[in-house]
Nanobody, 128 residues
Framework: QVQLVESGGGSVQSGGSLRLSCAVS????????MGWFRQAPGKVREGVAF???????????SVKGRFTISQDNAKNNAKNTLYLQMNSLKPEDTAMYYC??????????????????WGQGTQVTVSS
């Protein structure tokens, strides 16, 4: 059984930083994609950052240079922790952030937007 449990959300002022964590268990795909999505009220869910089993990462344009995705146990993704370091936060980053896994690898470094597994979400609020 795959479980994804997020933590680390909160409220910060514009320009501040937060680190989100996602404890991953039971996910045993060898060619995997994991990552973070977010959804703001009234808006469509969007992919934020992805990391693959080959170590390649990808980001949506609006967070490049500010957010960093990483993991701490790439050789054993059955028990792994996924991170999203978010710096220079902006009010437009305010959203519910979801950890996800089970996407398909696409191209050189990307992942599909269709995830098999989802965490419960953690709220990030950035005030101006």
């Amino acid at each position: 059984q795959v479980q994804l449990v997020e933590s680390g959300g909160g409220s910060v002022q514009s320009g501040g930083s937060l680190r989100l964590s996602c404890a991953v268990s039971g996910y045993t795909d060898s060619n995997y994609c994991m990552g973070w999505f977010r959804q703001a009220p009234g808006k469509v869910r969007e992919g934020v950052a992805f990391i693959r089993s080959d170590g390649r990462t990808s980001y949506r344009d609006s967070v490049k240079g500010r957010f960093t995705i990483s993991q701490d146990n790439a050789k054993n993704n059955a028990k792994n922790t996924l991170y999203l370091q978010m710096n220079s936060l902006k009010p437009e980053d305010t959203a519910m952030y979801y950890c996800a896994a089970g996407m398909s690898q696409m191209g050189y470094e990307s992942c599909s937007a269709s995830a098999k597994y989802w965490g419960q979400g953690t709220q990030v609020t950035v005030s101006s």
